[in-house]
């Protein structure tokens, strides 16, 4: 595989049982490129092993003036000159190959795996950590997988050249090879001290990196109430454990690096004073104690390659951890049963919320939390999530969002299917299964048995806090959709004619055209509102048979809410759709209204029936709070229907 050749077709499977897992299928899906890095790596250590022999004759071809001698020495060395050079460049250009190509291929593998979880993913794993994965993660796992090639190239050239001073000089050679395995394997007792402590190191930086992606994705929440202060400290915190911890960390490995020069030092020592004792002594020529001595010297080189492999393993070993982490998130590995996508009611078995066919369906939860996690069991992710992701705002835009699917996001939305939380970083190295729930049914067909694709054109789910990427207003709603909702249609039904406007003034075009004018990256030109209703007219366009929206009017005011919540009425007539969201003025619009409480749904009726009639629904959509709940004569502290309405 050469760069040029990126990206891959398919990147494969991997092996997400554990990070060293993991680590040895990149090995194994690059054999070919690590054989080449061998291969160029052992003509350099080999051809810099000759050296000694070269200089060894030349020094003896001096001393028994020898003209030819020295002659063909010197010729030996321009050769071996020549192939150093060599395999130096091949080597370095291989190695760099192995991992550009292997972090490309995790690069991919955490795109797919965003693309298919879409917005599940990030309340499954920290957006921080699903950051820290994709950039530093990724190349320490590179780091390893082009060490490894150059580390078996090294281990290979030492068994040469000791097998080699064994058959030109037995006395000498003997000492050194007795020695290059202790040189070896000296430091071997340190490393799992030193692994533990790069571990914590790499801990501390995940977590720091985590603490610094949410504060940033929070940081108008934090302005608004006054909260930066308080998550600057707790990132200064942070970041000084890191340093305490990357301190640590580093005595260990400068301990480690001492002890890879002392020794060889050592063993350099007691070769001149033995080989100068048996040259004294007429045992042995200068130019082969000049030959074993410039031998042993460089044996410090391919030595140190067994100190890169050790540290590339402890740092890349947590980072394929985490990588296994985020991969091992997927769809219920269940047989697919249909191929085209079903029509019928939507039905949640855990929560027993149905959406019948055709209708449009409010759903209200008190907990924020519980209804994402409910929008996204319906977007088909079957699984259970015990723990969601430690977000600053619950969700995170890392990794994909809840918009219409297809149209260019990484993550899209209406995703189908997916399984729960891997293991934690502190956890074991296997990933355990976690165990699995009923899916929802569309039609009486499991969305989790249905292809990806089919499922995600049968439901589609848009987030809470939906991401526009950067691109014209026609490539926004370019999406993939049944043709029957037209883009002025679908704008008109969310009411962004107020966009429109101000696209049309920020056009750069001369005919002043919005739909040619482009916005910014996640539309940070414009207002919260604003993107809100772009999202939602980007969904009505894709017109699924099924949509889920997530407080889809949360960042708009009344009166624009209330002509949001009718235009979706209208456009959507005919056709399921669920609302998640407590607003009366929406609420007031359901065909249906549903009320979930702790998982369960416990009422089911109109909005105005569930006012006068149910508490708890009373209470979370007029506000009410828990001594008002409580007090006696409760239900009658609204006498008609028309004080309940203006309450809420």
Not at 173 to 179: A, K, N, Q
Request: one cysteine or more; a negative charge.
């Amino acid at each position: 595989m050469q760069i040029r050749d990126l990206p891959y077709s398919d990147p494969g499977d991997p092996d997400i049982r554990s990070g060293p897992r993991f680590l040895l299928w990149l090995g194994r899906n690059q054999l070919r490129g690590q054989l080449k890095s061998m291969a160029w790596g052992l003509l350099h250590q080999c051809s810099l092993a000759g050296l000694p022999l070269a200089a060894g004759l030349a020094v003896q071809a001096v001393v028994d003036r020898s003209g030819n001698r020295l002659a063909w020495a010197g010729g030996l060395i321009v050769v071996l000159g020549v192939l150093i050079a060599l395999g130096d460049t091949m080597l370095h250009r291989t190695a760099i190959t192995n991992w550009i190509t292997a972090a490309a291929r995790v690069q991919q593998l955490l795109a797919r795996k965003t693309a298919e979880l879409g917005s599940a993913l990030t309340r499954r794993v920290a957006a921080g950590e699903v950051v820290a994965v994709s950039t530093g993660d990724v190349e320490k796992i590179g780091w390893f997988v082009e060490a490894l090639s150059r580390f078996a190239s090294a281990a290979a050239a030492l068994v040469l050249i000791c097998t080699g001073l064994l058959l030109y000089l037995p006395s000498l050679g003997l000492l050194v090879t007795l020695s290059v395995p202790l040189l070896a394997l000296a430091v071997l007792p340190l490393l799992p001290r030193a692994t533990r402590r790069a571990d914590l190191q790499r801990e501390k930086a995940g977590r720091a990196t985590e603490l610094a992606s949410d504060t940033v994705a929070g940081l108008r929440v934090l302005r608004g109430i006054g909260g930066e202060e308080l998550f600057l400290g707790r990132y200064r915190r942070a970041s000084q454990e890191v340093r305490e911890a990357a301190v640590h960390s580093a005595r260990m490995w400068s301990l480690i690096s001492a002890i890879q020069v002392l020794l060889p030092g050592v063993l350099l020592i007691s070769l001149v004073v033995y080989g100068a004792a048996l040259a004294r002594d007429g045992r042995i020529e200068v130019g082969q104690l000049v030959t074993v001595y410039s031998a042993a010297a460089l044996l410090l080189f391919p030595l140190r390659h067994f100190e890169e492999i050790a540290m590339a393993y402890s740092f890349s070993r947590p980072s394929a951890r985490r990588a296994v982490r985020v991969l091992s998130l997927g769809r219920a590995d269940r047989p697919a049963s249909l191929d085209t996508a079903p029509t019928g009611d939507l039905y949640d078995p855990v929560t027993g919320l149905m959406a019948p066919a055709g209708l449009f369906t409010a759903v209200v939860c008190g907990d924020p939390d519980e209804a994402g996690r409910l929008a996204e069991r319906l977007g088909g992710h079957a699984q259970a999530d015990p723990e969601p992701a430690r977000t600053a705002d619950g969700n995170g835009d890392a990794g994909g969002n809840g918009d219409a699917g297809g149209n260019g996001d990484a993550g899209g939305n209406g995703d189908a299917g997916g399984n729960g939380d891997a293991a934690k970083d502190g956890a074991p190295e296997a990933v355990p299964k976690p165990e699995t729930v009923p899916s929802v049914l569309l039609g009486g067909v499991p969305l989790d048995e249905l292809p990806l694709d089919t499922a995600r054109t049968a439901v589609l789910v848009q987030d809470k806090d939906p991401v526009l990427l950067s691109g014209t207003l026609g490539e926004l709603l370019n999406v993939p959709s049944s043709g029957l909702v037209a883009a002025e249609d679908a704008l008109a039904a969310a009411r962004c004619g107020d966009v429109l406007d101000a696209l049309a003034q920020a056009s750069a075009d001369a005919s002043g055209d919005p739909m040619t004018t482009r916005i910014t990256e996640r539309g940070r030109s414009l207002s919260g509102g604003q993107r809100q209703r772009l999202a939602l007219a980007r969904s009505l366009v894709a017109d699924p048979e099924v949509l889920v929206l997530d407080e889809p009017t949360s960042a708009v005011d009344s009166h624009t809410e209330s002509r949001v919540a009718a235009g979706i009425k209208e456009l959507r007539r005919g056709r399921t759709t669920v609302v998640l969201a407590s607003s009366p003025l929406l609420l007031d619009l359901a065909d249906r209204v549903v009320l979930a409480h702790r998982g369960t749904v416990v009422a089911v009726g109109s909005h105005r029936e569930l006012l006068r009639t149910e508490p708890r629904y009373r209470a979370v959509v007029t506000r009410e709070t828990d001594d008002e709940i409580a007090a006696p004569g409760a239900g009658d502290a609204f006498r008609t229907i028309e004080e309940i309405g203006e309450r809420a």
